[in-house]
C-alpha cells in the first residue's frame, strides 16, 4: 500500500512539456534554464537528443545569451555530426560549425583591432599636450597670415539662406563667418517690428564701440528702394540693423547662438568674431545682403 501511493505521488513529465518550457525560458531570455531543461530532455528522451543538441548549440551560440559559449556550441553540434550520420540535423550542424568558427575568428580579429586602437589611444593621450600646443600655434599663424593680407575689408557679404558673413578685400574673400538672423529670417525687410533681416546693397555708416551687444557696425538700411516700398504698403520701413555680437552679459554662449536666429532683424556673430570684423570694416565699406 505505501508502495503503491508513493508510485503514486511521482509525476513523469512529458517530452512535449520540457520541449515547450525550454522554448518559453529561451523566450524570456532565460537560456540557462533553457539549457537545464533540454538536458532533462536528454536524460529522460535519448531518442531525441540529435535534435535537443541542436537547439543547446543554437542556445549556447545565442548572440543575446550574455553567457555564450562557442566552445560548448561546437561540442553540440560535433556531437552530432559523430553520433548521428542520418540526423536530419547532420547537414545544419556542420553548416552550424562553420559559421561558429568565422565567428571566433571574426571575433579574434575584432579583438586584436581593438587592443591596436587602445595603444593608439594611450600614445595619443601621452601626446595630448603637444597637439593642443601645435592647435595653438597653427591657429596664431591663421590669425597672422590673415592679418597680413588684409589691411580692411572693401564689402561686406552676407548670404542670409547659407547663414554667411564673408568679409572681402578687391575681389577675394578673406575670411567667413556663420551668423544669426532676425527671428524672421525668410524674405526682405518691410516694415518696423517684422524681425526680417534686410536684403539689398548697403554700406556701414557708424561704428559703436560701446554697444549693448559687445560691438557693432550699422548698417544703412533703409535705402531708397526699401523707403518706397514701406511707403507704398503704408507703414514705417524699421531701422537699427547692425553686424553686432552677443548681448552684454550672455558672452558664454559662445558659437551656439548662431544655432538659432534670434535677433530683431541684425546680423549676429560671436564676440571674438565681431572684435576681428570691427577692426578690419571701415565706415563706408559696401554691404550686400543676399536671400
Known amino acids: 500500500m505505501l508502495t503503491a501511493i508513493l508510485g503514486g505521488g511521482c509525476s513523469h513529465i512529458d517530452e512535449g512539456t520540457l520541449s515547450q518550457e525550454a522554448n518559453q525560458f529561451f523566450n524570456q531570455g532565460n537560456y540557462g534554464a533553457a539549457l537545464g531543461k533540454y538536458e532533462q530532455l536528454i536524460a529522460n528522451y535519448p531518442a531525441v537528443e540529435d535534435r535537443v543538441l541542436f537547439e543547446m548549440g543554437i542556445v549556447y551560440a545565442y548572440p543575446r545569451n550574455a553567457q555564450k559559449d562557442y566552445r560548448k556550441s561546437l561540442d553540440c553540434f560535433q556531437k552530432i555530426v559523430k553520433d548521428y550520420p542520418d540526423s536530419e540535423y547532420r547537414y545544419d550542424s556542420q553548416m552550424m560549425i562553420l559559421q561558429i568558427h568565422n565567428v571566433i575568428i571574426k571575433d579574434q580579429k575584432i579583438a586584436a583591432q581593438q587592443a591596436a586602437l587602445e595603444t593608439s589611444r594611450q600614445a595619443l593621450e601621452g601626446k595630448a599636450d603637444e597637439i593642443v600646443a601645435l592647435q595653438e600655434k597653427i591657429e596664431a599663424l591663421e590669425e597672422t597670415v590673415f592679418t597680413l593680407r588684409m589691411e580692411s575689408a572693401d564689402k561686406v557679404m552676407i548670404e542670409k539662406q547659407a547663414r554667411r558673413l564673408s568679409l572681402l578685400s578687391k575681389g577675394e574673400v578673406i575670411k567667413t563667418y556663420k551668423i544669426a538672423l532676425g527671428g524672421n529670417p525668410v524674405g526682405p525687410k518691410e516694415r518696423q517690428g517684422d524681425n526680417k533681416t534686410p536684403e539689398g546693397t548697403y554700406h556701414i555708416d557708424a561704428r559703436n564701440g560701446n554697444s549693448g551687444f559687445h560691438l557693432s557696425l550699422h548698417i544703412s538700411y533703409p535705402n531708397e528702394h526699401d523707403k518706397k516700398r514701406a511707403k507704398k504698403l503704408g507703414v514705417s520701413p524699421g ?11 550672455f558672452s558664454q554662449v559662445g558659437v551656439s547662438h548662431a544655432e538659432t536666429d534670434w535677433t530683431e532683424g541684425c546680423i549676429a ?19 550686400e545682403i543676399t536671400p
Open 239 to 249: 531701422g537699427d540693423i547692425m553686424i553686432h555680437g552677443i548681448k552684454n552679459g
Open 269 to 287: 556673430v560671436t564676440n571674438q568674431e565681431m572684435e576681428e570684423i570691427y577692426k578690419f570694416v571701415p565706415i563706408g565699406t559696401v554691404v
